[in-house]
């Protein structure tokens, strides 16, 4: 596929498409600019007409990655219908769902060690995509009174935090993968759990 693109003149994203298999392959570390130049079919040097260097190239792919996975968000939320609650959990299946079938680019974006907030376009993309959680938490709160209602902010890193954790921990064989409990069952107990305890669904 990154050959084809190259040769219909689309060289940066053939390298993108590239690094992702690699990615994919060795893990977001373990491959060098030489190979995606390689894999897309281009020379050592190619890369260098849109990328500094390896971490220009993987901030790329990262950034590309939470374009995506905030369009995905996005729809999985559908502005809280039919209840902000059914909707909210929505996006916590959704991540789940990114992350199996767009690793490399979620390796890129949060295994690959770049910096986020170094890259403005980077920090733009991760920033819309925590923002879509953090409206899906001012649905759930909408009518809670201000005393009682958590910032939208840390409800929506916790859920993300969350999110993260099972897939490190349930996903891609990693240990916990061994559980008779679902990804998917194990991600909406815990949020329900922490929904419940901070008054969002009703005893």
């Known amino acids: 596929m990154a050959r084809e693109s ?10 993108v498409e590239a690094t992702v298999s690699l990615i994919e392959d060795k893990g977001p570390q373990a491959f060098t600019l030489a190979e995606a130049a390689r894999l897309a079919g281009v020379s050592a040097a190619a890369p260098y007409r849109h990328f500094t260097g390896r971490d220009d190239l993987l901030e790329e792919v990262a950034r590309q990655g ?26 916590g299946q959704e991540y789940l769902n990114f992350a199996a079938a767009r690793r490399g680019y979620y390796m890129a974006m949060f295994e690959s060690g770049i910096s986020i907030t170094g890259n403005p376009g980077l920090s733009q993309a991760a920033d819309r995509a925590r923002g ?18 958590p910032p939208a902010g840390m409800v929506a890193d916790h859920i993300w935090a969350l999110s993260h954790g099972v ?37």
Do not use: C, W
Not at 143 to 149: L, W
Not at 188 to 203: T, V
């Open 66 to 91: 939470f374009e995506e996975f905030g369009d995905r968000l996005e729809v999985a939320f559908d502005a809280g219908r039919p209840r902000a609650l059914t909707a909210f959990l929505r996006m």
């Open 6 to 15: 190259y040769h219909h003149g689309n060289l940066r994203q053939a390298l």
């Open 167 to 203: 897939v490190e921990l349930f996903s891609r064989g990693k240990p916990g993968s061994r559980s008779p409990i679902s990804p998917a069952d194990m991600l909406e107990s815990a949020a329900l759990i922490y929904l419940r305890g901070l008054g969002a669904i009703a005893d």
């Open 132 to 149: 879509v959680l953090v409206q899906g938490a001012e649905a759930l709160f909408h009518e809670t009174s201000g005393d009682r209602r």
